[in-house]
């Protein structure tokens, strides 16, 4: 039998235990089902010990007795003062990783005693010495001190036998890491690393703090600064919205009874946009782009010679955060591996390897969607206006189950229906991917342009798609369920393919385009067109004369077509219409 070790990541502010089992990775949740522990260290009123979960909740109330980023001093020759008394650093993390010993050790009903454990790469010899001391005062050989970037790396690569240079982006809750990593031959070896060590998710969740505090001060008149027990309650419904914000566009921040004043209460209501938090934390995302490029300076590679963008780290799940990654590297960065877990999983997989297990299949397992999901809006395609542009919602390598929202408008006054079409695919031209569904959202409110309709899109591990659209402001809301939304593409993608032998075979089917289009999707065509004639008109005055002519017989033309359900001609308008435009906005 190998010998049993341990991978484990001992993090700034949450830490895990994983092992490999029969060629799985298993990250080792807790009595209560909790894979994430957090990293605090405290003593209750009774003098007994808290590690986890109870001592960060604690941690509000009596921060005297409560330890928490220990890992920030790991190195230094200080004490930290925990209930009146001294503790080094070394002897803090030790409770921690005891507790992760214990957890591993209640699943696996035999006694662990070997670890490795994961370090950030800058960490010092300094560091790196105090993390094998915690180690041992704990009661465990720390057989390996491994980088987390190498870790996360493994995570992924454990079974390949490539070469390649990934980049590894860790954004967590108070640390930010950059590596650039290269893999060879299973050799993992950092190229270059920086990092901010002030830097993550607590400061996202201390903008929106600032936010609700500025909302209060403005609306009643009070500073919930000067309570422990508001200030608290505040800070945990920031992180609540923000991680809501990652997966909707709007979250309505509601805490009641949040405070007191002249013997009133005051409640909190407010509502949030992912726009206006995305503003508050663009400048923090610039800084990490920046530390991105300063490590791939020092590396001496240029953006063309990343194979892959791996994403370590909580705060990686901040939409914009992706974007801008996505945008620079040219590259969807990947994720799929839980992106808390796989310093723990890579740190397993070390371990394993060191244990001389098998590790080839060592993969770490999770469901992900194989495609992408969205709906098509009217939008800039290839910098020319175009109705069918594609606006991925799921995306692919997303794990399962998801549910995503995204907001869309209407985009004429009065509109009183939306038509919402369902894709599969991954082209930027929505006619290009799979419509796998539609229905029309009708008897909208009369208003402005703009009315928002939010879009759900909900898939789960069986691979059935819950879509449903609804009018933010009045609830009114429609929804249809596809089944077999995975495989289904297959099907879907079998039928397009016998069409294209077709009609390479000459047989007679482009006749299947508008003229037998379904109602449905004439009535798109005639919301798309009525868009598009809205918007000359309002260029009329603009156009030069010649242009205007052009415009004008193309809006008449559009209209008689809409009348007389002409889709053919439609199409033709519409298209003329939308290159005449193009040229216009310029
Ligand atoms: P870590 O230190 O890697 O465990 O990361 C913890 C940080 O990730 C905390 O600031 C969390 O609030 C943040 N986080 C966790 N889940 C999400 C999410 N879905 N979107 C944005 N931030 C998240």
């Keep these: 039998m190998n010998e049993l070790i341990v991978g484990i990541d001992l993090g700034t502010t949450n830490s895990e235990v994983a092992i490999v089992q029969a ?50 001093q790991m190195g230094q020759e200080i004490k930290v003062s925990m209930a009146g008394n001294e503790y080094t650093p070394q002897e803090i993390s030790a409770m921690i990783l005891k507790q992760l010993k214990g957890i591993a050790e209640n699943y696996l009903k035999q006694p662990v005693q070997k670890a490795v454990i994961t370090v950030p790469a800058y960490f010092s010899d300094a560091q790196r010495q105090a993390t094998r001391e915690a180690g041992e005062i704990a009661g465990l050989e720390v057989v390996r001190i491994i980088n987390e970037p190498t870790a996360a790396a493994l995570s992924y690569e454990a079974k390949q036998n490539v070469h390649k240079q990934v980049l590894v982006y860790d954004l967590g809750g108070g640390t930010f890491d950059v590596s650039v990593v290269s893999i060879q031959d299973q050799v993992v ?28 001060q ?13 200030l608290a309650r505040l800070s945990r419904a920031a992180e609540i919205a923000k991680i809501a914000l ?7 921040i509601e805490e009641e009874y949040l405070y007191e004043h002249q013997g009133l209460p005051i409640h909190l ?28 300076q020092s590396a001496n590679l240029s953006v063309a010679d990343i194979d892959e963008v791996l994403l370590v780290g909580g705060s990686t799940r901040t939409p914009l955060v992706v974007q801008r990654l996505t945008e620079k590297f040219q590259q969807q960065p990947r994720g799929e591996v839980d992106p808390d877990l796989c310093v723990a999983a890579g740190a397993a997989i070390q371990a394993a390897i060191i244990a001389g297990q098998d590790t080839t299949a060592a993969a770490v397992l999770v469901d992900i969607t194989p495609y992408t999901y969205g709906t098509s809006a009217l939008g800039e395609l290839d910098d020319r206006l175009y109705p069918y542009m594609y606006v991925p919602i799921i995306h692919k390598n997303t794990p399962l189950p998801v549910t995503k929202t995204e907001v869309f408008y209407t985009m004429y006054d009065h509109q009183e229906a939306v038509e919402v079409n369902v894709y599969q695919g991954e082209d930027a031209d929505a006619l290009n991917n799979i419509q796998i569904g539609n229905f029309l959202v009708a008897g909208l409110s009369k208003v402005q342009q703009g009315n928002q309709i939010l879009l759900t ?6 691979g059935i798609l819950k879509v449903s659209a609804k009018e933010k402001k009045t609830g009114l809301a429609k929804s249809i369920v596809i089944n077999n939304a995975i495989s289904r593409f297959e099907q879907v993608e079998m039928e397009q393919a016998k069409q294209r032998v077709r009609e390479i075979f000459g047989e007679a089917v482009a006749a299947v385009d508008l003229a037998t289009a379904s109602t449905t999707e004439q009535n798109h065509s005639i919301v798309q067109a009525k868009a598009l004639v809205e918007k000359a008109e309002r260029m009329l005055e603009r156009a030069a004369t010649e242009d205007k002519d052009d415009l004008v017989n193309l809006i008449e033309t559009i209209n008689e077509a809409i009348a007389s359900q002409d889709f053919v001609e439609l199409k033709t308008a519409m298209e003329q219409l939308s290159d005449i435009l193009y040229y216009l906005d310029l």
């Design 246 to 252: 990652s997966d909707q566009p709007f979250v309505l």
């Design 189 to 216: 070896e950092v190229l270059a690393s920086h990092g901010n060590n002030h830097l993550g998710g607590d400061d996202f969740d201390q903008k929106i703090i600032d936010h609700l505090v500025t909302h209060l």
């Design 218 to 230: 403005q609306v009643h008149k009070v500073d919930v600064r000067n309570s422990r027990t508001s």
């Design 457 to 462: 899109l909900d898939l789960d591990l069986d």
């Design 23 to 72: 060629g799985r990775v298993v990250v080792i949740a807790d009595e209560n089902g909790a894979k994430i522990m957090p990293s605090v260290v405290g003593l209750s009123e009774q003098g007994e010990v808290l590690i986890g979960e109870s001592a960060k909740n604690q941690y509000v109330l009596y921060p005297e007795r409560t330890v928490k980023s220990i890992k920030r």
């Design 269 to 296: 209501s407010l509502e949030l946009s992912r726009y206006e938090y995305e503003q508050m934390i663009q400048e923090f995302v610039e800084e990490t782009l920046a530390v991105v490029h300063l490590t791939m």
